[in-house]
């Protein structure tokens, strides 16, 4: 009986997987993920959106008490108001709308708008205000908030905001084509929360709140058509009602800043004639007790370098005690001489040998540099005020400490080794404490190959030195150092690098309060620090991480739901019970554990499980997190706890995916020809039966085993492979991790990726005969070396490869400028050493020179907009390969960069790779463009996706 059940039930699973159809290349667009998640600081209310590829969003505001649901289609770019009363989002047109718009070619300005939403918490109403640019809350105020509208539309009578309760809210007919932009401002509308007044503020370009909200400085162009429009700065107090004018007339103004007592502010601006092409900015400054802003600082001030003025790019900050204002100089740039003719003079770069940077990084970054500005600093109640500059043009760069109360700043300098980025990638700095009040500079680290930061009080410099793998402290007062991990046993390096240079840290976790100790993380365990070396060091979760092959990390769990990032909460209290992620390298499980800063123990499990987590988002006023969490199987979906022992599902992302055979995820794990313990992911398909063989391809890039429990939703990739989609339709997928010898990446990638094929292929559900393999850039370079060095694959893709070192070496990756020398001396090839030094290592490792040996089809995408690979890689690999009469296929997707951006590109290359590997794995008719290929002449016309019954 027990025999006649078990064989009932394997047909029912047989018949219920045979129901169940194979992904095609329909499902992307609608195929959802998780999208923004937050809490209000109460912890009451969870908003969350779920989005689709190429669809309407969903976003969703949830009542943990009572469970009642609003459902704002299409709203984005959420945020609470600080007092939890209020959410405020973006709702945008319909996709439909903007395909359409796109259709007719029609200008920006005519394109459907955004809209806002306004949800009453309490109330649960909303009110939809169409064709809104921006909204704000106040960091830490509440009851108002101010949102800038659009031009208004003139094709039809402008929508008054409707206030709807949610179960009426009709978000379908949002967005109609409006006028085209000027320059002229738009409608400020300040609202208020609590009683629902509006108040309307003509012609704004930019506005600003203070801290608390109790002010708002906002901009105004006013108007060609209306000579009485207002123009100039203007300070609301939100709280009485009344309108200062800080500064009168026509300019530009920009960059505000209030104090941390919302009662200062300061902003730059100028007001030359429009047509004056280099314009002089001033510093304006206003304060509660007076009644217009104040030029402090302006081309004639006393400490503002010759023929220097201030930058109207450059940031404004007040120190945290309000006592100094930062702000951002430059050299006058060189007026444009209108008397050259633009078509009688020469275009030319020109390269020399001395230059700091090549021309081409210089060209790349000309925009960026033509706004760098220098930061300076003026005593803002001093009776003799004067700019102290502390950066300039050899000392470029520079941090404030103890959020500007300190009296240095933290300068830095890359000055004079700047060349040395061509073969290494980066460049060596030195270090200096800058007085804020003098300018006066002291030099506290010379040459170093790593990074420093100033500790949150300001009392230290916290640096790590990549040339002897320790972390070391710099104390401001005594200036004493103190290496912080030398002594240890345990590195706090890389312990896997496998590149031919210096090893980078593990990182600094936190400070705790009073820079008394500083966290740093070892590559399994977090250990504390006594920055002044008079405690020894304490190992805070002791041990158990390297015992136990867990890696922790401390868990920044405080959001800013403003800017949608993680707070970076700068240090935490003495005995701070703290959250950690937990990665287990062993079984890839993911988790998180509690521990006490002060204590040296392990930490506390609350939960590991074989899934992956988001990071944990925690309500800034109670104790409710928010996350999401999936794996290979289960789609990601939003959750919420209090402690994890239970948890609440918020959402049910692709349902659909039951519908489609899909697969499974498992660690495998075999040993090298040369003795190496190696592991990778197999893909299985959902309906696998052992007794079948199954085609299978090999995808790789270096290591990608800790993503065992990592989603993989079916999506038109930029060119990797499409993993859940080959499974889904009968392939086996193979994703090795590969480790590297310096001088050796090619033989390096034969050790791993061939062996673990060859382990798998003992299996006898494997094809041997029937296997392809896959990769983009670095996983390109390895699969075009592969079909060098032997037949075992049937069939090959390669995505942006290189194939010849000896001409890749001195490139240019063009997105930024930078020469390609340091990645074959330092990083990813891992030649390490020069073309010079080592011919024979980039001859080895170069798949050109044994074209020859190929005998295996290839395709090779190479884009001719690629930033990162030269595109005549590509091109030296199809012409070597169509030389020898190999079966290769090239594809350029013009314009494109490295990684495939527009969508419709993503779509083609699935297509093509499918058709691809199904005529060699799985015997599937041949494609036109495999056979006859797309003439020029029919480009645009014809995509050669039509099945035939040729050979290529």
């Known amino acids: 009986m027990q025999k006649s059940l078990t064989i009932i039930l394997f047909f029912v699973v047989s018949f ?89 070619k029609k200008k920006p300005d005519e394109t459907p708008k955004d809209s806002l939403g ?47 309760k949610d179960s009426e809210t009709d978000f379908a007919d949002d967005e109609p084509a409006g006028k085209p932009k000027t320059e002229e401002g738009t409608d400020l509308v300040v609202k208020n ?138 050299p006058i740039k060189k007026a444009k001489d209108t008397t050259i003719v633009d078509f009688e003079v020469a275009k030319v770069d020109v390269w020399n040998y001395k230059d700091d940077y090549l021309q081409p990084m210089q060209l790349k970054n000309a925009d960026r540099d033509s706004k760098k500005s220098y930061l300076s600093v003026i005593d803002v109640f001093s009776s003799d005020p004067k700019v102290i500059p502390l950066t300039d043009l050899t000392l470029p760069d520079a941090n404030m400490m103890a959020e500007g ?87 706090f390096v890389d312990e896997d690098n496998d590149v031919p240079d210096l090893p980078s840290s593990y990182g600094i976790a936190t400070w705790t309060e009073g820079d008394k100790a500083v966290l740093l993380n ?122 994890f022992k239970t948890e609440t599902k ?21 040993t090298t020809p040369k003795g190496f313990k190696a592991e990778g992911i197999l893909y299985k398909p959902e309906n696998f039966d052992p007794n079948k063989k199954y085609p299978m391809i090999a995808y790789f890039y270096e290591k990608l085993s800790d993503g065992l429990y990592s989603y993989q939703a079916p999506a038109p990739t930029p060119s990797r492979l499409n993993i859940s989609f080959f499974v889904s339709n009968g392939y086996l997928v193979f994703a090795p991790d590969i480790s590297y010898e310096a001088g050796h990446p090619g033989q390096s990638a034969v050790e791993f990726i061939n062996s673990g094929v060859e382990s798998l292929k003992k299996n006898s559900w494997v094809d041997g005969s029937k296997i392809g393999i896959q990769g983009q850039s670095w996983g390109g370079y390895q699969v075009a ?39 074959y001396e330092k990083t990813q090839s891992r030649i390490g050493a020069t073309l010079w030094e080592k011919p024979e290592l980039y001859i080895e490792n170069s798949p050109l020179f044994m074209f020859p040996k190929v005998n295996t089809p290839v395709v090779v995408m190479a884009n001719d907009a690629d930033g990162a690979v030269p595109w005549y890689q590509g091109i030296e690999m199809f012409t070597g390969l169509r030389r020898l009469g190999k ?5 350029n997707y013009n314009g494109e960069a490295h990684n495939l951006v527009q969508r419709q590109n993503r779509k083609d290359i699935q297509i093509r790779e499918q058709q691809f590997f199904d005529y060699y794995l799985k015997g599937a008719k041949a494609p036109a463009w495999m056979t006859s290929g797309v003439p020029a002449t029919e480009k645009g016309k014809t995509w050669g996706f039509e099945l035939t019954d040729e050979k290529p």
Not at 247 to 267: I, M
Not at 612 to 617: D, E, G, V
Not at 657 to 662: G, K, V
């Open 16 to 104: 219920a997987y045979a129901q169940k159809k194979p992904l095609d290349h329909s499902v992307y667009d609608t195929w959802e993920s998780v999208g923004t998640k937050q809490l209000s600081n109460n912890g009451q209310w969870a908003m969350y959106g779920v989005l689709q590829q190429e669809g309407d969003a969903q976003l969703f505001i949830t009542n943990l008490k009572t469970n009642t649901k609003l459902n704002i289609p299409r709203g984005m770019n959420s945020q609470f108001s600080n007092d939890s009363e209020f959410a405020a989002f973006n709702i945008r047109p319909l996709n439909k709308d903007i395909r359409q718009a796109k259709i007719k």
């Open 118 to 164: 306004i949800a009453n918490l309490t109330t649960n109403a909303i009110i939809k205000v169409a064709r809104v640019k921006s909204f704000k809350f106040p960091e830490d105020g509440f009851g108002v908030m101010a949102y800038l509208t659009e031009k208004p539309d003139t094709a039809k009578k402008s929508v008054k905001p409707v206030e709807k």
């Open 193 to 330: 929360l609590l009683t629902g007044t509006d108040k309307t503020y003509k012609f704004v370009t930019d506005y600003y709140f203070s801290k608390d909200g109790k002010q708002l400085v906002f901009t105004c162009s006013g108007s060609k058509k209306d000579k009485t429009a207002p123009q100039g700065v203007f300070l609301l107090s939100t709280e009485k009602g009344t309108l200062k004018t800080l500064v009168k007339g026509k300019g530009s103004f920009k960059n505000f800043a209030f104090d941390e007592d919302s009662e200062h502010l300061a902003f730059v601006g100028e007001q030359d004639p429009e047509k004056q092409e280099i314009k002089k900015y001033n510093v304006y400054y206003n304060s509660i007790t007076l009644d217009t802003a104040q030029t402090i600082v302006d081309y004639d001030m006393p400490g503002l370098p010759a023929k220097w003025s201030v930058s109207g790019d450059g940031r404004v900050n007040f120190s945290k005690d309000g006592k100094k204002l930062f702000f951002g100089i430059a």
């Open 405 to 491: 109360d300190a009296p240095f700043v933290l300068a830095s300098t890359d000055y004079g080794h700047r060349i040395e980025s061509q073969w290494s990638g980066s460049t060596s700095k030195d270090y200096y404490l800058v007085d804020t009040k003098t300018g006066q500079r002291k030099k506290i680290i010379s040459g170093l190959n790593g990074n420093a930061m100033a500790s949150p009080g300001g009392n230290y410099v916290l640096y790590f030195d990549r040339k002897n793998g320790n972390w070391y402290t710099y104390n401001v007062v005594t200036a004493k150092t103190v290496a912080l991990t030398e002594s240890l046993n345990v590195k």
């Open 522 to 643: 070892d590559r399994y365990d977090i250990w504390s620090f006594s920055p002044d070396g008079k405690s020894p060091a304490k190992n805070i979760t002791a041990g158990f991480g390297r015992e136990n092959k867990i890696t922790f990390r401390y868990e920044r769990v405080q959001q800013d739901n403003r800017l949608e990032r993680f707070v970076d909460n700068k240090f935490v209290k003495a005995n701070e019970l703290v959250w950690l992620d937990g990665f287990n390298n062993t079984t890839k499980e993911n988790g998180f554990y509690r521990t006490n800063v002060g204590s040296v123990k392990a930490p506390e499990l609350v939960v590991m499980a074989k899934t992956k987590y988001s990071n944990l988002i925690k309500a800034k006023d109670a104790d409710v997190y928010i996350y999401d969490k999936g794996n290979y199987v289960e789609s990601p979906n939003v959750y919420v706890t209090t402690d």
């Open 650 to 670: 918020l959402t049910n992302t692709n349902p659909q995916q039951q519908n489609y055979n899909w697969g499974t995820a498992e660690l495998v794990k075999w």
């Open 785 to 823: 070396y592969l079909i060098t060095q032997n037949n075992m694959y049937a069939a090959a893709w390669a995505g942006a490869p290189v194939a010849n070192m000896t001409s890749a070496y001195g490139g240019i990756r063009w997105e930024s400028g930078m020469n390609r020398q340091f990645q």
């Open 887 to 891: 079966p290769v296929w090239m594809l």
